[in-house]
């Protein structure tokens, strides 16, 4: 099976590159049969990474430990359900991920535009065929799944404990398959480019492919936030590590994307912004792997650790170079409709949110890359961490947490002072009412007050959309209210979802302002003795240790530490920190003993106990207590975020706006700029 | 009653195959825990599975200004992370306890925050800190973002002032969701239409 596994990698490999040439030809010639064999090949390649696919999966679930993959991420007792993510626990798996996921998403979007943009078509083919034989190729020559030891192993490795953990099974498929997503967007864009075709029929064709995108990118993050909380034990869910920037770099411009497309349908405008984000999230997320595998963020003399990261370096400045070049040949046929009339617009307040996301992902990138710059400009190390990332954004974020709540309201293209008195006056008070009822009960965080000010500022902003959309369907149809609700986002899914993925936002940000008041401390407790920890909300928790208990649970041996846990007076419960001995199917130690948290969690604050270890190999425990404010929020904010987005996502029958559809036609040009 | 009794068997069996599971996938830590008699000093039976051994904590571990400079200082043993989240996450590191203890040290030796942060430089450099110090070339970390938005926001300004003077000047849009009031039936219906097509 690896044998056939091993074929079809080559086999694939070829047939990606006859796929990339027939394309380009069929778009130049505009020969049919071209065309269709550079389709078909896509189709063909997506089979035969299913095969491939199914090969290392067979070799995983078989224990085939000859395979140095299968050695390195498994084990004999390994439990089935971390069996299948080892799948992409490393960096061949996750080339192959990556590989698979473009060519299922490349046919998808052939098949669903068959018969439309005959003029697009062959060179997506041809740009998703490229990128498909960059990552056959990386594994091809660099970093082959089925490369087999000289010898055969009786077991294998195992997976690092800290990836057995539901979060890890699904947190990077979701990351992966919002990277790869990108790609289709990106297609369309070097499509239009490369035909000239740049009317806003190519946006039509990938509106949901950015919305798909960014949803994956989106549930990826949160669900990366949740494993780091649950499974590092450090208290926290966001550590500004490269890897976690690699992620939220595309997840910026892809945001920025969605906002400004809207103007480019609804106006006209920013049309060469808007390929340039598409072609700018393509490129961050390929540098974001580029960055993860090749080792250059810890110094830049580590940069050979891994060929794959010259692989990765080179396709980027490829892609970087034909993308750019393009938008840059095309720039006189991106011209804009109309212009921006005035500063008090929704267009300047879509213009300002598009720039401050894009300042954030370049604080982000320049953070990350700052101790590369530094060691080469300087010859001198620097760590640029989290104090510098908060520091650098929290006004930034705060910004645009204040433009979530202006851009949905104001009017286009000029806003009368009626207005803005109209739209924005509850909002306003909403928002001064907040800060003054924290000012009262003496929040001393400056920045926490200004984030809850203004998040009540958005939620009052999407209320009063809702009631006054509602209210006049009401008034207009006789609708009861609840039906009215359900056909006015029915109705336009794209603005109503929109203004739920806001409210899913300003739960973020509110959960990220309750960081301000995180306590922390360590205690040393023998079996019966309690300790007092004060939450920021004035209570007190009483946490009395029970004892340690050692027992066999599946592939590992648990020392737990309990403490029973009250808050003022009233019984909570008892909570169970753990530390995790994995072993092998020999029933022997594999790494050092892995730490589990005990999460206590309500809207207000979750307790977080850590069992940090015993003292002399007794029952005496020392815990790490953490009170964090506001967690809760963070998990479900990021629900209302998808669930948002997938309104927006959901298909409707109407289609593009009335105006989007008259720019998808050349003579639409004509009609909008007499208008 | 013949309900009562298949579901007593299937309890059994299932107890039973439980049990045998268990003695089968018993390792040979537990074996050892089932060997050992009871301890009444709370010693436990297997103490290396509860991870490297720790000493209890003193008032001077939690201590605000420990905590602090510890935030500010990195651990050396290629963690990314600060000394106070290494040594109270990552248990298996033996850097930043020993980084802990030399903060210790230097505080007690009646060193203020800032020798301390001072002594740590001079042994590691300035990677030491979480933060790049705010001096000479480290300034561009801190300003090339506010820089950035600053001429972002002067070209949208620009841009859009030059845009304004060449376009004529058209009427202030009324607000998008504002509700008629005191509408004819006639204006109503237009609403109507508007709103129809609005909405799609």
Known sequence: MTELGNICLWIALLIGLWGSAVAFMAGRT???????????????????????????????LTHDFNIEYVAAYTSRNLPVFYTWSAFYAGQKGSLLLWALVVTSFGSIALLVNRGKHQDLTPYVAGTIAVIAVFFIATMVFAANPFERLGFTPPDGRGLNPQLQNPGMVFHPPMLYLGYTSISIPFAFAVAALIS??????????????????????????????????????????????????ASFLPWLTMTAFLHSVMIQEKRGMLKKWNIGLVVGSFLLSIFGTFLTRSGVISSVHSFAQSNVGYFFLIFLIAAALAGFGLLWYRWPMLKAEVQLESMVSREAAFLFNNLILIVIAFAVFWGTIFPI?????????????????????????????????????????????????????????????????????RMTDAWAVVAYALGAFVVATVVQEFVRGVGARHRLHG??????????????????????????????????????????????????????????YGWTYHITHQGVSQYDELNRFVTAASVDVSRDGKYLGTMKSEKRQYLDSMGQPTAEPATEVAIRSDAREDLYIVFAGAVQGTEEAVYKIVINPLVWWVWYGGLVLAFGGLITLWPSAQGPTPASRRRAEPAGYVAQVGA | ??????????????????????????????????????????????????????RPVTAQDNAALVMALEHKIRCTCGCNLDVYTCRTTDFTCTTSPAMHQLVL???????????????????????????????????????????????????????????????????????????????????MDKLKQELEKFEA
């Not at chain 1, 949740?226 to 869910?237: Q, S």
């Open chain 1, 196 to 245: 000239g075709k740049l009317d806003t029929g190519w946006l039509h064709a990938i509106r949901r492919w950015t919305l798909l995108s960014w949803l994956f990118l989106s549930c990826g993050i949160v669900l990366g936030m949740w494993w780091a909380y649950v499974e590092l034990g450090w208290g926290g869910y966001w550590a500004w590590d490269p890897v976690e920037n």
């Open chain 1, 373 to 441: 710059i530094s060691e080469a400009v300087r010859g001198t190390k620097v760590t640029v961490g989290p104090p510098f990332f908060n520091q650098v954004n929290v006004p930034l974020g705060l910004g645009l947490l204040l433009l979530t709540g202006i851009g949905p309201l104001i009017a286009w293209r000029r806003a009368s002072l009626g207005n803005l008195r109209r739209q924005f006056l509850w909002p306003t008070a909403a928002m001064l009412v907040v800060a003054a009822a924290l000012a009262a009960v």
């Open chain 1, 479 to 536: 609708e009861a209210l609840p039906v009215a609700f359900v056909r006015l986002v029915g109705r336009n899914r794209r603005r109503y979802g929109g203004y739920v993925v806001h409210l899913g936002i300003v739960m973020l940000f509110a959960a990220f302002a309750g960081l301000a008041f995180k306590r922390d401390t360590e205690v040393t407790l023998k079996p019966g003795q309690s300790a007092d920890v004060r939450s920021p």
């Open chain 2, 1 to 54: 009653m013949w309900r009562r009794s298949a579901l007593s068997l299937l309890a059994v069996a299932l107890t039973a195959t439980g049990l045998a599971a268990q003695t089968a996938r018993d390792s040979a830590l537990s074996r050892r825990l089932k060997a050992r008699p009871a301890d009444s000093l709370g010693r436990l039976e297997v103490p290396e599975a509860a991870g490297r051994g720790v």
């Open chain 2, 105 to 187: 040290a230097r505080l007690d030796s009646g060193m203020t925050e800032a020798q301390v942060l001072d002594a740590f430089q001079k042994q590691y450099g300035e990677m030491i800190f979480m933060q790049p110090p705010k001096h000479g070339f480290n300034w561009a970390a801190y300003l090339m973002p506010f820089i950035g938005l600053g001429v972002g926001i002067g070209l949208v300004v620009g841009l859009v002032k030059r845009w304004a003077k060449a376009s004529p000047r058209a009427p202030a849009q009324p607000a998008a969701a504002a509700p008629a009031v005191g509408a004819t039936p006639e204006e």
């Open chain 1, 30 to 60: 505009h020969r049919a049969d071209l065309g269709r064999s550079a389709e078909r090949s896509i189709f063909v390649l997506w089979g035969l990474l299913v095969v491939v696919s199914a090969a290392l999966m067979h070799a995983l």
